[in-house]
């Protein structure tokens, strides 16, 4: 079983169009977060859930907005697409601040 | 001095060879480090946690400087799958506090 897994893998789309990513983590972890790693590999946090609370909720356009129905779920929907949006988006949970994180496989996001 | 800083490489060493990378932190008051490996378009893989005493897993060996502020990763004896991009990881206190650094690629060469 995949620990965190991420979907959809691939996302290529049209600048305007609205998005959504899913993550689920098996881990038992009480937190969640997603991360977009740019074409110059710099990981940036965007956005941090524990126990369905946002706690993290860095300077991101608020065209993208996380969601967390439990704890072992946290999706992320982009409205209005912009080119500058491409990039890999990681989900990754962790037990707490001081533990190592488990990443998804990450989702290519293309927009055209 | 940005919170976290590694020399991007490429490191090109022979297969047989040992190679090390340092990471500068500039917050003083952090309190966890880790290392990540990332293969290419792969995601990141927590490799080792870092102790303030150092540690050691196999091949790899994690030390800690406090007083330089820097921690450092040494590979023995490189293998070819030892090449990917080595991301190091510090926690100055809390969720908020957590910084990747940019990576330093190794490419190992047979």
């Known amino acids: 079983d995949t620990a965190v897994s991420q979907t959809p893998k691939y996302l290529v789309t049209q600048m305007g169009n609205d998005k959504s990513i899913k993550c689920e983590q098996n881990?038992?972890?009480?937190?969640m977060y997603w991360y977009k790693q740019d074409s110059k590999k710099f990981l940036k946090i965007m956005f941090s859930?524990?126990?369905?609370?946002?706690?993290i909720n860095e300077t991101v356009p608020n065209r993208f907005s996380p969601k967390s129905p439990d704890k072992a779920h946290l999706n992320l929907h982009i409205n209005s697409l912009e080119l500058g949006d491409s990039a890999v988006y990681f989900c990754?949970?962790?037990?707490?601040?001081?533990?190592?994180?488990?990443f998804g496989s990450g989702t290519r996001l293309t927009v055209v | 001095r940005k919170e976290v800083e590694q020399d991007p490489g490429p490191f090109n060493v022979p297969e047989g060879a040992t190679v090390a990378f340092n990471c500068t932190y500039s917050?003083?008051?952090?309190?966890?480090f880790f290392w990540y490996r990332q293969d290419c378009r792969k995601e990141p893989k927590l490799l080792m946690s870092?102790?303030?005493s150092g540690n050691e897993d196999g091949r790899f060996t994690a030390q800690l400087n406090r007083a330089s502020q820097y921690i450092s990763l040494l590979i023995r004896d490189s293998k070819l799958s030892d090449s990917a991009t080595y991301l190091c990881?510090?926690?100055?206190?809390?969720?908020?506090?957590?910084?990747f650094g940019t990576g330093t690629k190794l490419q190992v060469i047979p």
């Open positions: 990754a949970s962790s037990q707490a601040a001081d533990y190592g994180y488990t």
């Open positions: 859930y524990n126990n369905k609370e946002l706690i």
């Open positions: 881990l038992g972890h009480d937190t």
């Open positions: 917050n003083s008051a952090s309190q966890s």
């Open positions: 870092v102790y303030s």
């Open positions: 990881v510090v926690n100055a206190g809390g969720y908020q506090k957590v910084t």
